[in-house]
């Protein structure tokens, strides 16, 4: 069990390849991040920066030819990465519970919601059928489900998306983990829904104690949801610090160039700002900072040396702008 100062998620200098016939390609190049009790994290970025991978790689769910190449994962005090495959397959769902983007792949077709739910608490906790039956209807309850003594015996196809996504955040909380993965809970829902399902997850977990990893492109959903963000570019985390800070001053270019993009209620501005360029592709990553080609501001440096990560005004930044200030 970790201690009241212990983080409920450490990750260090965690790097993930993929073996090729033309060698390895890394895909995440060494993060670093802790994640406590109640706290929500979000991940942001572009898609290829390697949010979800690292979820991926936190639940053990990373397959070949994808695999850890260095760094270390602890979970509540215990190094996770070196587990066999039977040991994660005990610790996923009954300590870290995993959200995905598509309800629908988540969920059997062939099996009723309360079915699924039932499994899913007997495989982790020592209940009855019945005692799980009664616990499987409580979280349906618990995450917005009407009717839930009846509903428990419905179909994923009987239930509209955004009750399909309640169940699977029932799912995920019904062992009460001390870890959520959610990649991408909301982005095939609708406004409306996605609001009511991020408030919802916010309840649930500030309620259950339990530490959330929310992975994203959406900045808006962040600055909702986040207690603080980690920005990815290219595998690497260029800033991280309090949701507040980043979403309102934000220190790397990149991280500028995604709150410039957002449109701001009121603004008279016609034409959005926008990152020019594209993320880069595993085969022809740039030396230096991986984001030099498409920065206003680069430097020789940039272009030479990767930046170090140094702490700036509450959070930490890797960019060669901010190398030797004050932090």
Same mark, same amino acid.
Request: net charge neutral; aromatic share 4%.
């Given at each position: 069990?970790?201690?009241?100062?212990?983080?409920?998620?450490?990750?260090?200098?965690?790097?993930?390849?993929?073996?090729?016939?033309?060698?390895?390609?890394?895909?995440?190049?060494?993060?670093?991040?802790?994640?406590?009790?109640?706290?929500?994290?979000?991940?942001?970025?572009?898609?290829?920066?390697?949010?979800?991978?690292?979820?991926?790689?936190?639940?053990?769910?990373?397959?070949?030819?994808?695999?850890?190449?260095?760094?270390?994962?602890?979970?509540?005090?215990?190094?996770?990465?070196?587990?066999?495959?039977?040991?994660?397959?005990?610790?996923?769902?009954?300590?870290?519970?995993?959200?995905?983007?598509?309800?629908?792949?988540?969920?059997?077709?062939?099996?009723?919601?309360?079915?699924?739910?039932?499994?899913?608490?007997?495989?982790?906790?020592?209940?009855?059928?019945?005692?799980?039956?009664?616990?499987?209807?409580?979280?349906?309850?618990?995450?917005?489900?009407?009717?839930?003594?009846?509903?428990?015996?419905?179909?994923?196809?009987?239930?509209?998306?955004?009750?399909?996504?309640?169940?699977?955040?029932?799912?995920?909380?019904?062992?009460?983990?001390?870890?959520?993965?959610?990649?991408?809970?909301?982005?095939?829902?609708?406004?409306?829904?996605?609001?009511?399902?991020?408030?919802?997850?916010?309840?649930?977990?500030?309620?259950?104690?339990?530490?959330?990893?929310?992975?994203?492109?959406?900045?808006?959903?962040?600055?909702? &949801? =986040?207690?603080?963000? $980690?920005?990815?570019?290219?595998?690497?985390? +260029? @800033?991280? %610090?309090? #949701? !507040?800070?980043?979403?309102?001053?934000?220190?790397?270019?990149?991280?500028?160039?995604?709150?410039?993009?957002?449109?701001?209620?009121?603004?008279?501005?016609?034409?959005?700002?926008?990152?020019?360029?594209?993320?880069?592709?595993?085969?022809?990553?740039?030396?230096?900072?991986?984001?030099?080609?498409?920065?206003?501001?680069? &430097? =020789?440096?940039?272009? $030479?040396?990767?930046?170090?990560?140094?702490? +700036? @005004?509450? %959070?930490? #930044? !890797?960019?060669?702008?901010?190398?030797?200030?004050?932090?």
């Amino acid at each position: 069990m970790t201690s009241p100062t212990e983080p409920v998620l450490s990750v260090r200098d965690l790097s993930i390849v993929f073996d090729t016939r033309h060698g390895p390609l890394r895909a995440v190049d060494g993060i670093t991040f802790d994640l406590a009790k109640g706290e929500i994290l979000g991940m942001v970025g572009e898609s290829g920066a390697g949010k979800s991978l690292t979820g991926t790689a936190i639940t053990g769910l990373l397959e070949r030819p994808g695999r850890i190449d260095r760094g270390e994962i602890h979970f509540e005090g215990q190094r996770i990465d070196t587990l066999s495959a039977e040991e994660m397959r005990r610790l996923r769902g009954r300590k870290i519970g995993a959200i995905f983007q598509d309800p629908l792949t988540s969920l059997n077709p062939l099996m009723t919601v309360g079915q699924q739910l039932i499994q899913t608490i007997r495989t982790h906790l020592r209940l009855s059928p019945s005692a799980a039956r009664r616990r499987a209807i409580e979280f349906l309850a618990e995450v917005g489900i009407p009717a839930p003594d009846t509903r428990v015996d419905q179909y994923p196809h009987e239930f509209s998306g955004g009750m399909r996504q309640r169940v699977v955040i029932a799912l995920a909380l019904c062992a009460e983990p001390s870890l959520v993965i959610a990649d991408e809970p909301t982005t095939a829902l609708d406004v409306s829904i996605q609001a009511q399902i991020l408030d919802l997850l916010k309840k649930i977990c500030r309620e259950h104690g339990a530490a959330v990893i929310l992975v994203t492109h959406d900045m808006g959903v962040i600055a909702e &949801t =986040a207690d603080r963000v $980690a920005v990815m570019y290219a595998g690497n985390v +260029v @800033e991280i %610090g309090p #949701v !507040a800070k980043v979403v309102g001053d934000p220190h790397h270019p990149y991280a500028q160039g995604l709150m410039q993009s957002i449109p701001r209620v009121g603004s008279e501005v016609r034409r959005l700002t926008q990152i020019e360029g594209a993320m880069p592709r595993l085969t022809d990553m740039p030396g230096g900072c991986a984001f030099h080609p498409r920065c206003p501001r680069a &430097t =020789a440096e940039c272009r $030479a040396t990767r930046p170090v990560t140094l702490p +700036v @005004e509450g %959070g930490e #930044v !890797a960019c060669h702008l901010y190398q030797g200030e004050p932090a």
